[in-house]
C-alpha cells in the first residue's frame, strides 16, 4: 500500500506564495502520473496540475502563470509552488499518483488546507 504525505498548507494573504509538498512511500513514484486536485466548500474536485512520467505538464487556466508542479523522483515527491495567490485558491489540496497503463494503481493523499485571506 503506498502512502502520501501532504505539507505546506496553511494560512497566507492574498499575494502570498506557499510550497505544498507530497511525498510517497513505495518505488512506483517514478512511474506514475503525478497531480495536485483541489476542491473548496460546495465544490466539486478539480484539477490544479499535473506532470507525467515522462515530463509533460497540465495547468488549470486559473492557475497558469502562477503554480509551478515539479517532481523530484530521486526523493519520489511532487512540489507545487504557489505564487500570487488569491482568496479564490482556498481549498484543500490534496496530491495524487496515478497509471493507468500496467500496472495501473491510484493513491490520494489525505489533503492539506490552504487559506488565502486578508
Known amino acids: 500500500q503506498v502512502q502520501l504525505v501532504e505539507s505546506g498548507g496553511g494560512l497566507v494573504q492574498p499575494g502570498g506564495s506557499l510550497r505544498l509538498s507530497c511525498a510517497a512511500s513505495g518505488s512506483i513514484f517514478r512511474i506514475a502520473t503525478v497531480a495536485w486536485y483541489r476542491q473548496a466548500p460546495g465544490q466539486v474536485r478539480e484539477l490544479v496540475a499535473r506532470?507525467?512520467?515522462?515530463?509533460?505538464?497540465n495547468y488549470a487556466d486559473s492557475v497558469k502563470g502562477r503554480f509551478t508542479i515539479s517532481r523530484d523522483n530521486a526523493k519520489n515527491t511532487v512540489y507545487l509552488q504557489m505564487n500570487s495567490l488569491k482568496p479564490e485558491d482556498t481549498a484543500v489540496y490534496y496530491c495524487?499518483?496515478?497509471?493507468?497503463?500496467?500496472?495501473?494503481?491510484?493513491?490520494w493523499g489525505q489533503g492539506t488546507q490552504v487559506t488565502v485571506s486578508s
Open positions: 495524487n499518483i496515478k497509471r493507468t497503463i500496467v500496472p495501473t494503481f491510484d493513491y
Open positions: 506532470t507525467t512520467f515522462a515530463g509533460t505538464t
